[in-house]
Nanobody
């Protein structure tokens, strides 16, 4: 069973930056397209970004384009999300999970083993 561990969240002021990390144990992340997703209170989970196994193709939600960058280091079995120019509306729990470039929301319908996520709060 795929299990992911997200870290790096925290409290940051508007305009600030954070870098999230996603790791896994027991399997190789390089085999999967991996994405970042987020869920704010009272809202549905939404796709933020998706990067294929080799890192050669990426997709971003319109709301984060130009501000967020997803990278992966397969040698470290880790995927990252660099978030710049953060806004209060970016406040959410962020999760990593397998993703697909074929769907607008990037969600894979065959995945349900969501991790604990990491809380990002953007507030002054």
């Amino acid at each position: 069973q795929l299990q992911f561990v997200e870290s790096g969240g925290g409290l940051v002021q508007p305009g600030g930056s954070l870098t999230l990390s996603c790791g896994a144990s027991g399997f190789t992340l390089a085999s999967y397209a991996l994405g970042w997703f987020r869920q704010a209170p009272g809202k549905e989970r939404e796709g933020v970004s998706c990067i294929i196994g080799s890192g050669g193709k990426l997709k971003y939600a319109d709301s984060v384009k130009g501000r967020f960058t997803t990278t992966r280091d397969n040698s470290k079995n880790t995927v990252y999300l660099r978030m710049n120019s953060l806004k209060p509306e970016d406040t959410a729990i962020y999760y990593c999970a397998p993703c697909t470039l074929q769907r607008a929301n990037m969600l894979r319908t065959d995945f349900a083993s969501w991790g604990q996520g990491t809380q990002v709060t953007v507030s002054s």
